[in-house]
C-alpha cells in the first residue's frame, strides 16, 4: 500500500468525514442553547430598562398631575374671590389668575407628551416581555433538542472516532501530525478539486500543483487557504 496516494482517500472517506459532521452538530446544537441564552439575557435587561422608563414617566405624569390640580385650585379660588367681589386687591387677584392659566397651559402640554410617553414605554414594555418569553421558550426547545440527539450523537460520534483511529493506524504519523496541525487552525482541513479550482476558496490552483497532485507525488495545499487538496471533481 502507497500511504502517499491513498492519504487523501482515507481521511476523506465518508466514514471519516462522519465524525466531523456529528462533531459540527454538537457544537451547533449548542452553539443555538448559546445563542438563545444570550437572547435571553439581552431580553432581560431590555425589559430591566424598560420598566425603569416606564415608572420614570409615570412619576413625571404623577407629578404633572398634581402641578395642574394645585394651579387650578390657586386659579379657581383667585376667579370665585373676584366674581363674588371678595378680592380685597381685584389687580392682584386676576394677575394670579393669569399666571395659573399660563402656568396650567404648560402643564398640560407636558401632560399630554407624558400622556403619549407612557402610552409608548407600555407598548415597549409589552413587547419586551414578549421578546423575552420567546427566548425563553426557545431556549428550552434548543436544550430538548440537543438532550434528545445526545444519546445518538453520542453512539454514532464514538463509532466515527473507532474508524477514523483504525484508518489513521495504516498513515504515515507525520502526514497524521500535519492533518491535526490543519484541523486545529481550520475546520474542514481537506478542499477538493473543481474546474481547477480549491472547493474551500474557490481560488485556482497553479499548473504546476495540479500536475503534482494528479501524479500523487506529494501532498499539495492549497496557496490561499492552506486546506489538504483531495479529490478532482
Not at 3 to 13: A, E, F, H, I, L
Not at 215 to 225: F, H, S
Request: aromatic share 4%; hydrophobic share 35%.
Amino acid at each position: 500500500r502507497d500511504p502517499m496516494r491513498d492519504w487523501s482517500s482515507d481521511v476523506c472517506s465518508s466514514d471519516l468525514l462522519a465524525r466531523d459532521k456529528l462533531l459540527e452538530e454538537s457544537r451547533g446544537l449548542k452553539a443555538r442553547i448559546a445563542d438563545r441564552t444570550a437572547a435571553v439575557e439581552d431580553a432581560t435587561k431590555k425589559l430591566s430598562s424598560a420598566t425603569d422608563n416606564l415608572a420614570r414617566l409615570k412619576g413625571k405624569e404623577r407629578d404633572a398631575n398634581r402641578k395642574a390640580e394645585t394651579y387650578t385650585k390657586r386659579r379657581d379660588t383667585a376667579q370665585r374671590s373676584i366674581d363674588q367681589g371678595l378680592a380685597t386687591d381685584y389687580e392682584a387677584a386676576e394677575g394670579q389668575v393669569r399666571q395659573c392659566s399660563e402656568i396650567l397651559d404648560e402643564v398640560e402640554t407636558q401632560q399630554l407628551e407624558l400622556m403619549e410617553a407612557v402610552e409608548s414605554g407600555t407598548e415597549t414594555l409589552e413587547r419586551c416581555t414578549m421578546t423575552l418569553a420567546l427566548n425563553k421558550s426557545q431556549v428550552i426547545a434548543a436544550q430538548k433538542a440537543y438532550d434528545d440527539r445526545y444519546p445518538s450523537l453520542k453512539k454514532d460520534f464514538d463509532a466515527a472516532t473507532q474508524i477514523r483511529d483504525s484508518a489513521r493506524a495504516d498513515i504515515w504519523k507525520d502526514l497524521v501530525q500535519r492533518y491535526d496541525e490543519l484541523r486545529k487552525k481550520r475546520r474542514p482541513a481537506f478542499a477538493d478539486i473543481r474546474n481547477d479550482s480549491c472547493t474551500g476558496c474557490n481560488v485556482k490552483v497553479n499548473a504546476t500543483d495540479l500536475s503534482t497532485h494528479r501524479r500523487a507525488a506529494e501532498l499539495v495545499t492549497c496557496r490561499q487557504c492552506g486546506r489538504l487538496l483531495g479529490e478532482f471533481l
